[in-house]
C-alpha cells in the first residue's frame, strides 16, 4: 500500500509538474498544409479513412507547442500518431490535443454567455443604424437567444450583434496541438497518422451489351464522397474493399489494417486502379494522385474492361407450392384482374421470368480482377444507336474466378404458366402411423415466345420435404435437395409444354 501510494504521489506530482509546465510553454509553432510533403489516404467503404500526413516542420529546441492545421475536424483523436519519419528521432510528444471548437455564430453566442455584446439595429426606413450594449443572459442551440437590454428581457436576436473579441479557445479551422520536447534545433520530417470519419467511396459499374447479346463493354467507376469537413489535396488515394471489422461503441479501440503499398498489377486499362491482395481483403491504389475537396463527390475510373464475354439468361422460377394439399395455389387463384387470359382458369397462374446478363470473372472473360461490391447498370443501343437503360442490379464483392449475375427485369415476349392437373394422396397405412403424408402431383407448365427468334430458357421448379420427380416429358437436372431445372428452347411465336409428375413425403 506505501508504493502504491508513493507511485500514486509521485505520478500525480509528475502531471501536476507537466501540466504546470505547459502553461508556462508559451512558445507556439504552427505547421500548414505548405509544409505538406505527402499525403495519403486509406478510404474504408464504412465512411471512416486511414490519413498519414507527411510535413516538414522547423522545431526549436526545448518546450514548445506545435498547433498542426489542416486536419480532419472529424478526426478520431484516439488514432492519432505524431511520429518521426526517421529513425533519428529527436523530440518526445508530451500532449495532444485535437481542437475542433470552430468559429460559429451560435459558438460565439454561447462563449458570450454572461458577457457584454453590442446590438445593432437598422431603421426599416432611413436606413440609420443605432446601437445598444446588451448581456448575453441564453443562448441555447434550438432554443433561442436571451438577451439583457438597460431594463428590459428580449428573446430572439433584435438586431446585428457585433463581438468586441473571439474567445481564446474558438478556432476558425480545426487544429491538432501537441506539446514538443525536442533536444535539438531544425527541420523535423513528421508524420501525423489518423483515422477519420466522413471519407466514403463506392463502386459503380456501367455495363454496354453488344448487339448481338455475346458481349459486355465494363467500365468500373468509383464515386468518392468527403464529408469530412476539410479537403485533402493531391493525395495518394487507396481503397480497402472488404469487410474490416471496426468497433464503433466506445471509441477506446479500434481495428484497422494497416495498408502496404499496392503492387501495380495488370488491369484491363493502364489508367485503372492497380490492386493487391491484402490479408483478407483486396487494396485498390489509384493511378495518380488526386484531390478529394470538403463537400465534394468525385468519381474515377477503376477498371475498363472491353467485350467481356456475356450472356443474356431468363429464368422461370415457380413458388412454394404445397404439394400435400388438393387445393393448390397455383391453380389461378393468384392471377390478377385484367390481364391477359386471367379469366380462364385453365391456363394457370402466370411464373414470372427473370432476365440476368451473366458473366464470369476471370481472364478468359477479359476481367480476371476481384470486383469491388456495388451497383451494376446496363445499357444497350436500340436500331437508332442511342443507348437505352436496360436494368440495373447490386453485385457483392466478387473474388476473381467467380460468377457474376445481374438482374436487369421481367420478360416481357416471353411468359409462362403453370398449373397442377392432378392431385392423389397416396398416403399408406404406415405412413399414416408415422403422421407422414404422401402425395403425387401432375403439373403441366407452357411457355410461350412472341418474339422472332428462338429463346433459350431455364425454368426452375422448388418442392418442398422429401420428394422425387416420376417422369418428366422433357429433360432436367437436380440442382439441391429442394430445386429440380428444365433447361428449354422455345421456338419463334411458338410455345412448349412440360408436364411431370412428382411424389412428395412430408408431415401433415
Given amino acids: 500500500m506505501r508504493r502504491f501510494l508513493g507511485v500514486l504521489l509521485a ?3 509528475g ?3 507537466c501540466a504546470a509546465h505547459a502553461q508556462e510553454t508559451t512558445k507556439v509553432l504552427h505547421s500548414n498544409v505548405a509544409e505538406q510533403a505527402h499525403l ?11 490519413v498519414r500526413d507527411r510535413r516538414n516542420v522547423s522545431f526549436e529546441k526545448g518546450r514548445f507547442f506545435l498547433e498542426i492545421h489542416d486536419v480532419s475536424p472529424k478526426m478520431r483523436a484516439e488514432t492519432a500518431q ?3 519519419s526517421r529513425d533519428d528521432t529527436t523530440f518526445s510528444v508530451l500532449e495532444q490535443n485535437l481542437e475542433a471548437d470552430l468559429i460559429t455564430p451560435q459558438q460565439l453566442l454561447e462563449k458570450h454567455v454572461g458577457k457584454k455584446v453590442t446590438v445593432i439595429r437598422t431603421h426599416p426606413t432611413t436606413g440609420a443604424e443605432t446601437a445598444e450594449s446588451a448581456e448575453v443572459v441564453s443562448a441555447r442551440q434550438h432554443e433561442g437567444v436571451v438577451l439583457k437590454m438597460a431594463n428590459r428581457i428580449e428573446s430572439g436576436i433584435p438586431g446585428r450583434i457585433v463581438f468586441s473579441e473571439v474567445p481564446a479557445n474558438l478556432r476558425s479551422e480545426p487544429t491538432f496541438r501537441l506539446l514538443v520536447d525536442s533536444s535539438a534545433s531544425g ?9 477519420t470519419d466522413g471519407v466514403s467511396w463506392k463502386s459503380d459499374y456501367v455495363a454496354e451489351l453488344d448487339d448481338e447479346e455475346k458481349a459486355t463493354n465494363l467500365t468500373g467507376l468509383v464515386t468518392l464522397t468527403n464529408d469530412s469537413g476539410t479537403s485533402f489535396r493531391n493525395a495518394h488515394i487507396q481503397l480497402m474493399a472488404g469487410e474490416v471489422q471496426q468497433v464503433s461503441e466506445p471509441r477506446m479501440y479500434t481495428k484497422y489494417a494497416m495498408p502496404a503499398a499496392a503492387s501495380a498489377d ?16 483486396h487494396l485498390y491504389t489509384l493511378p495518380n494522385p488526386t484531390s478529394v475537396l470538403s463537400k465534394q463527390t468525385k468519381q474515377v475510373t477503376l477498371l475498363r474492361a472491353p467485350q467481356v464475354k456475356s450472356r443474356k439468361e431468363l429464368v422461370f422460377t415457380s413458388a412454394n407450392y404445397d404439394f400435400l394439399s388438393p387445393l393448390d395455389d397455383g391453380d389461378g387463384a393468384s392471377l390478377r384482374v385484367g390481364e391477359n387470359e386471367a379469366s380462364d382458369p385453365d391456363l394457370g397462374a402466370p411464373v414470372p421470368g427473370i432476365v440476368s446478363l451473366v458473366f464470369d470473372n476471370d481472364k478468359d472473360s477479359k476481367i480476371g480482377m476481384p470486383l469491388p461490391a456495388g451497383i451494376v447498370r446496363v445499357y444497350k443501343k436500340d436500331k437508332s444507336g442511342t443507348a437505352q437503360f436496360i436494368g440495373e442490379d447490386t453485385i457483392r464483392h466478387t473474388p476473381e474466378g467467380e460468377r457474376v449475375r445481374v438482374g436487369l427485369g421481367q420478360s416481357f415476349d416471353v411468359t409462362a404458366r403453370r398449373k397442377r392437373m392432378s392431385f392423389e394422396d397416396t398416403t399408406t397405412k404406415l405412413d399414416a402411423d408415422k403422421r407422414v403424408r404422401v402425395g403425387e402431383s401432375t403439373v403441366r407448365v407452357r411457355f410461350k415466345n412472341a418474339k422472332s427468334a428462338a429463346q433459350k430458357i431455364v425454368y426452375r421448379e422448388a418442392f418442398p420435404g422429401e420428394w422425387k420427380l416420376l417422369s418428366s416429358t422433357h429433360e432436367h437436372k437436380r440442382l439441391s435437395k429442394t430445386n429440380e431445372e428444365w433447361q428449354l428452347v422455345i421456338p419463334s411465336k411458338g410455345e ?4 411431370f409428375r412428382v411424389q412428395v413425403k412430408g408431415r401433415s
Avoid at 495519403?40 to 486511414?50: A, D
Avoid at 495488370?266 to 490479408?279: G, I, T, Y
Avoid at 412448349?496 to 408436364?499: A, C, F, L, R
Wanted: proline share 2%.
Fill in 40 to 50: 495519403s489516404l486509406t478510404v474504408y467503404s464504412n465512411g471512416r479513412s486511414m
Fill in 11 to 13: 505520478s500525480s506530482m
Fill in 187 to 195: 527541420g523535423q520530417s513528421v508524420d501525423l497518422n489518423y483515422q
Fill in 496 to 499: 412448349v409444354t412440360v408436364n
Fill in 266 to 281: 495488370a488491369v484491363p486499362s493502364s489508367e485503372s486502379a492497380s490492386r493487391e491482395s491484402f490479408f483478407e481483403y
Fill in 82 to 84: 505524431f511520429k518521426s
Fill in 15 to 17: 502531471s501536476s509538474a
